[in-house]
């Protein structure tokens, strides 16, 4: 590599100044120095070697010089310049040499670089092809993990759909807009609609209007509080059947926690709704269970009573009395039991009612007292009554409810007194408009622990002492009397000690009233002919001398069927009907002489079963009721009501119907003669079989809405019952269906269930008859 130095040579430097001042200048300059040079040489050597100078000496060398040295110093100074240029070209051209040799070890430099980024990048290349590689490997496997995943989750989404479509719950889904979005088989049945018309609509497009409302109020609570609600609802099929529904609805979110609709589940509770109808059905089994036994117990105790009244108003020895006291009191003490035994059902029913009447409170209790003494006395034990009551104070109280109360605890003291004496005692603070009355109860008996004490009133409790083991009782009677001194506004409570005897106290607050005019009525009602149905020995013997004694006339008929065969129109004033008989109920008999047109005379139920309320009876036709045992007072009071504005007129009634063809007495043998004429019997034939087949249908769709308890439904498919059965002249299947259709007639619920069970009888029953008669033309 060539070095470029700092210091001119001087032919450089020559060459430069040639450059500068150009070849003639330097000529010129040159050759006046060789002139210079010249006559200095001539002077010199001609002084040296001449010893003088001439001035010829100088004319050879000036001439010489003149002629030679100008083209000499021009050919010298042009060669320089030109040397000079040739140098300084040469010059530029090393350098550009140079630049371009830089240049070259630039570009072979930045191309040693180019090739190591290139080979850095082929390397790279190769990893990255080796990644990529790599890549599409794992992506291949991703995507055929993904298509595996996504198959099982179509797989999983098939088996998920098909079992929601495979559930009986119904599953349905909406968005946030409250709109369908999904459901499952068993809502497309549930509303007719599929799936895919269900997607868009509004709960107001799918149910009916009552429906939709409460599905969007649930909709609304669990949008606000973003929480899962339970609720149950009846839901309608679109064959008009109904099925209650447990719902649960939940709020659903998507992966970033916002909410995108609800989600709706809902169980079939049919059976558990039939489960809980057939509780209620044993319970009203259980009712009638009590009310039949109360009956049939009643029944000969009521004679007992009734016989002993009888008995002790009659002349008798004082032990003969002793002994009717005996026996009326053995007989009130099992009337209390059973009252305890009802009112048990009661409670349980919560049909318990307290029923307030005027009554004379000192006789009331003088009554108490002459029945407690009697049991004392057969117990040989020392019995005191005490009262301030006065005279003639008259108060409103449930005298049924208090004297069951009051006998309770007066023959629990008798019973738990093995020696000693039992004390009643009757406290009355008379206020301006009401009286505080304390009964108190105290017996020397075996007493009470005080553990417990506070468990006396507790159903079922009872003593567990070997002195009384074989006397405890039923363990229901303190537990009720504190339910119904509860329900009379009043207090009870109990103070005792173990062998020291207990005490049991009643408070009541009564309300004090004038007293009625006519507090014993009599009868200003005689000579009246009365038919008693009535199937019991001991109740005919005390209810015909009652009834005699009065100064009635009695045709007595033992059955059912003996009353129907027995009654006349205007053949009878009154009848005296007893509710239960050996070959149907006296509501059944009640019911044939409405169903053949009778005008009936009043018709007054006679009952022991104190499980109906008299509203009931009232509700079934009966004109009155009067209990058994019969007394005479209610007699007088029902028959002063009937008769006291009607003695002596005339009781007008048209004949009984009778018809040879009483069989056909359900149809309307008119109308289907006339169907026989017009459509033949053919076709006749063909309307009882879809009559069959569709009062199946409706007789099903009214048990589902029975159990739903919806009123409006229930009307509205007897309507339809009503009208299939007036379309074939089924006449009494069309009555009963009109009762049920009649939604707002008082107590329409309590006697729904008696009136459904009629019509099925009746459609069971009413068919074959309407087959009977067609097979008969």
Avoid at 343 to 356: T, V
């Amino acid at each position: 590599m060539l070095k470029k130095t700092t210091k001119l040579s001087w032919p450089e430097r020559v060459a430069k100044v040639v450059n500068r001042f150009g070849t003639l200048r330097v000529s010129l300059f040159f050759f006046m120095l060789a002139l210079g040079i010249t006559f200095v040489e001539v002077t010199v050597l001609n002084y040296f070697l001449y010893g003088e100078v001439e001035a010829k000496s100088y004319l050879d060398p000036v001439l010489l010089t003149l002629l030679t040295m100008p083209w000499v110093l021009y050919f010298i100074s042009e060669l320089i310049r030109r040397l000079e240029r040739s140098r300084e070209h040469l010059t530029q051209v090393i350098e550009q040499l140079e630049a371009l040799r830089k240049q070259d070890k630039a570009s072979a430099l930045n191309l040693r670089h180019n090739i190591q980024q290139l080979n850095y990048e082929i390397e790279e290349r190769k990893r990255a092809e080796l990644q990529r590689e790599e890549a599409i490997r794992l992506l291949k496997q991703q995507i055929e993990e993904r298509q595996k995943t996504q198959q099982n989750l179509i797989e999983q989404s098939i088996l998920l759909r098909s079992c929601f479509d495979c559930s009986p719950d119904i599953i349905y889904y909406r968005d946030e807009n409250g709109r369908f979005s999904g459901c499952n088989r068993s809502f497309e049945e549930l509303t007719g609609k599929t799936e895919k018309e269900m997607i868009g609509l509004s709960p107001w497009d799918v149910y009916s209007e009552e429906i939709a409302e409460k599905v969007v109020a649930s909709d609304r609570e669990v949008l606000a509080t973003n929480a899962s609600l339970s609720y149950d609802m009846w839901l309608t099929y679109p064959d008009g059947s109904k099925k209650p529904f447990l719902i649960k609805k939940v709020p659903f979110f998507n992966n970033e926690g916002k909410r995108i609709g609800l989600l709706g589940f809902g169980r079939d509770i049919m059976e558990k709704q039939k489960a809980q109808e057939a509780l209620e059905k044993a319970s009203r089994d259980k009712t009638a269970f009590i009310s039949t036994i109360s009956h049939e117990l009643r029944t000969p105790l009521n004679g007992i009573v009734g016989i002993s009244r009888i008995l002790k108003d009659s002349k008798l020895t004082k032990e003969q009395h002793n002994y009717v006291n005996t026996i009326f009191a053995c007989a009130v003490t099992l009337g209390n039991i059973f009252n305890d035994i009802i009112d048990l059902d009661k409670i349980e029913r919560k049909k318990l009612a307290i029923n307030y009447e005027p009554v004379e409170l000192s006789g009331f209790v003088f009554e108490l007292n002459s029945v407690a003494s009697l049991m004392a006395e057969q117990k040989h034990l020392e019995f005191s009554f005490n009262s301030n009551v006065p005279e003639g104070t008259w108060v409103q109280a449930d005298t049924t409810r208090l004297r069951q109360v009051l006998w309770n605890l007066l023959a629990n003291a008798v019973k738990f007194t093995l020696k000693g004496d039992v004390q009643f005692n009757v406290e009355c603070h008379i206020r301006n408009t009401f009286a505080w009355v304390d009964f108190e109860i105290i017996d020397s008996g075996i007493g009470i622990p005080e553990q417990e004490l506070e468990n006396i009133f507790t159903m079922y409790y009872q003593v567990d002492r070997k002195e009384v083991r074989a006397g405890t009782g039923t363990g229901i009677g303190l537990a009720i009397s504190k339910i119904l001194v509860d329900e009379m506004g009043g207090q009870i409570e109990v103070y005792s000690e173990m062998n020291e005897g207990s005490t049991f106290s009643v408070s009541l607050k009564l309300d004090l009233i004038e007293a009625p005019e006519s507090a014993t009525p009599e009868s200003s009602v005689n000579g009246l002919s009365i038919l008693l149905v009535e199937d019991v020995e001991l109740n005919i013997v005390v209810a015909n001398s009652i009834l005699k004694k009065l100064g009635h006339s009695v045709v007595v008929a033992r059955t059912g069927q003996q009353a129907i065969d027995a009654f006349g129109v205007g053949k009878f004033d009154v009848v005296l009907l007893d509710i239960q008989l050996p070959d149907m109920t006296g509501f059944d008999v009640l019911q044939h002489w409405q169903d053949i047109g009778a005008d009936l005379p009043p018709v007054v139920a006679l009952t022991a079963n104190v499980i109906k309320t008299k509203e009931e009876y009232l509700e079934k036709g009966m004109a009155d009721v009067i209990a058994k045992p019969i007394k005479i007072e209610n007699v007088h009071k029902v028959f002063n009501r009937l008769f006291a504005e009607q003695q002596g007129q005339v009781i007008e009634a048209t004949a009984v119907r009778t018809d040879s063809n009483q069989d056909y007495a359900v149809l309307d043998v008119d109308f289907l003669e006339q169907m026989l004429d017009t459509i033949g019997y053919d076709q006749l034939e063909q309307n009882l079989e879809l009559f069959e087949k569709l009062i199946a249908e409706y007789m099903q769709i009214l048990d589902t809405v029975l159990c739903a308890k919806d009123q409006d439904e229930i009307g509205k498919q007897a309507h339809k019952i009503k009208g299939a059965a007036a379309s074939m002249g089924l006449n009494h299947i069309q009555k009963i269906a009109n009762l049920i259709q009649i939604t707002d007639s008082p107590a329409w619920w309590e006697n729904l269930d008696d009136r459904v069970e009629q019509l099925k009888h009746a459609c069971e029953h009413d068919l074959q008859v309407l087959k009977q008669w067609m097979a008969s033309l």
